[in-house]
């Protein structure tokens, strides 16, 4: 609806102009953290978009104009929001639990599956989490909970100190956008630091994980401004 390529392309993030990097090796398009960003402003989306529409060309992956500029009542890109079920939990937070589970020994994420499997949560209706070799079939809602709830506890008797508290990162991050503004003015900056922080010492723990959706990440702050909490606007979240 936005009329831009999207993920496939070198300029896929609605909010700035990062340019991603294609690596052969892994046929993967590579977005290294940024630590100041050149964001697109009303001015410069719409131009942008014309320009593509009259010229009939790709201008920093705007295909044309977007039908939304006659709907919504905020101007484009504030307008847009990232969908944090399948950016944050099906796509990012999966994979990296799954990168994790399998650094460690097969024995230890038996292990791990036995206490996932364990834990339920009576208000959900007696769901249990998800153990990692069942992965294929996780719904969102089990990322959720394992993000929220289990990943540190289960996970924080088998990875060393620094991997843990560089995971911790991530998921304080997002914890603390997740609710309401409950503890101070400042609580989506606190996020934004923590999730930064997160993205920039990426590389030293995972290799080649630095997609298109991790960097969307840098830019929930602007989203819990203009929008609310996570947990407020997406189905199901």
């Keep these: 609806m936005a009329n831009m390529i999207g993920h496939t392309g070198y300029y896929p ?17 590579q977005y290294e ?8 402003t009303v001015e ?5 978009s014309r320009e593509a529409q009259l010229n009939s ?10 039908i939304l500029d006659e709907i919504v009542d905020v101007p484009l890109p504030y307008a847009l929001i990232i969908d944090y079920v399948h950016v944050s939990l099906l796509r990012y937070f999966r994979d990296i639990v799954k990168t994790v589970a399998f650094s460690l020994g097969l024995a230890v994420r038996e292990k791990i599956d036995v206490f996932f499997r364990a834990q339920v949560f009576p208000h959900f209706f007696h769901r249990g989490m998800r153990d990692v070799a069942d992965f294929s079939f996780i719904k969102a809602i089990e990322l959720k909970n394992l993000l929220l709830y289990g990943f540190i506890p289960h996970f924080m008797h088998h990875l060393m100190i620094d991997q843990l508290s560089f995971m911790s990162l991530y998921i304080i991050g997002v914890r603390l956008i997740h609710g309401d503004d409950v503890f101070n003015s400042v609580i989506s900056t606190t996020a934004n630091k923590l999730l930064c922080q997160y993205y920039s010492d990426h590389q030293i ?10 960097h969307l990440h840098q830019h929930f702050q602007q989203v819990y401004e203009f ?4 947990s407020s606007i997406n189905t199901f979240a």
């Design 33 to 40: 953290y940024e630590i100041s960003v050149n964001c697109r």
């Design 205 to 214: 723990y995972f290799l080649h994980h630095a997609n298109f959706v991790l």
């Design 44 to 48: 410069s989306f719409y131009s942008d």
């Design 57 to 66: 060309k790709n201008v920093f992956d705007h295909l044309g104009t977007s």
């Design 227 to 230: 929008h609310g909490p996570l």
């Design 13 to 29: 993030c609605f909010y700035c102009y990062t340019k991603g990097k294609h690596i052969r090796e892994v046929s993967k398009r």
